[in-house]
């Protein structure tokens, strides 16, 4: 099946610094590609919708200048958490599809900001 | 707006009962519903979609429009069923994005 990894899982960093996540599609080429956030024991929410080539779409209530999204090409987006702060700290999680209908997740990458 | 909701937020059964994990929805349109599975330490991953109409590790799920329902269920659980399960929601002209349900937890003890 559709493979998609993101990088890193884990990371630690001081508040006012910016922290950058990579998401891949390691074997298929990623039409579109999404951002979710995840609380403790809580659901996810999605953030942005992001397309190869333009401006990735934002969810009502996502600081657009917080998380900084890049989909420079069809198999990697990258979602910037700029002047991170604690509360940022969560559980992000990208998924992408190749327009099938079907999403492929990746593994989260947990984001502790101290 | 579209919503997903999964009343119960922790399912504890025995293994070899059945199990049913309940999931609602709001949407005016016609959506399209899935159940996504999320094992411990694992990635979350495609149970079933409802136009697929398949049966994945024993598990079915039929979309009921009046009711707006979309029930995951499971004649026999098995313990490697313990797992996270999430109910969501795609509507066809947002593209794929997913409007995701509270999760349910299963626990299936021996």
């Known amino acids: 099946g559709a493979v998609v990894s993101q990088h890193p899982s884990r990371v630690i960093c001081k508040s006012g610094t910016s922290v950058k996540i990579e998401c891949r599609s390691l074997?298929?080429?990623?039409?579109?590609m999404f951002w979710y956030r995840q609380f403790p024991k809580q659901s996810l929410m999605l953030m942005a919708t992001s397309n190869e080539g333009s401006k990735a779409t934002y969810e009502q209530g996502v600081e657009k200048d917080k998380f900084l999204i890049n989909h420079a090409s069809l198999t990697l987006s990258t979602l910037t958490v700029t002047s991170a702060h604690p509360e940022d700290s969560s559980f992000y999680i990208c998924?992408?599809?190749?327009?099938?209908?079907?999403?492929?997740f990746g593994e989260g990458s947990r984001l502790t900001v101290l | 707006a579209q919503r997903v909701t999964q009343p119960e937020k922790l399912l504890s059964v025995f293994k070899g009962a059945p199990v049913e994990l309940k999931c609602n929805y709001s949407y005016s349109g016609s959506p399209e519903l899935f159940w996504y599975v999320q094992y411990s330490r694992q990635r979350l991953q495609l149970l079933l979609r409802?136009?697929s109409r398949e049966s994945i590790k024993g598990f079915t799920a039929d979309l009921n429009k009046g009711e707006t329902s979309f029930h995951l269920k499971k004649p026999f659980a098995q313990e490697e069923d313990s797992a996270m399960y999430y109910c969501a929601l795609s509507v066809s002209a947002a593209g794929n994005k997913l409007t995701f349900g509270g999760g349910t937890r299963v626990l299936v003890k021996p």
């Open positions: 074997d298929f080429q990623a039409t579109t």
């Open positions: 998924s992408a599809t190749q327009g099938t209908g079907e999403l492929f």
């Open positions: 409802h136009i």
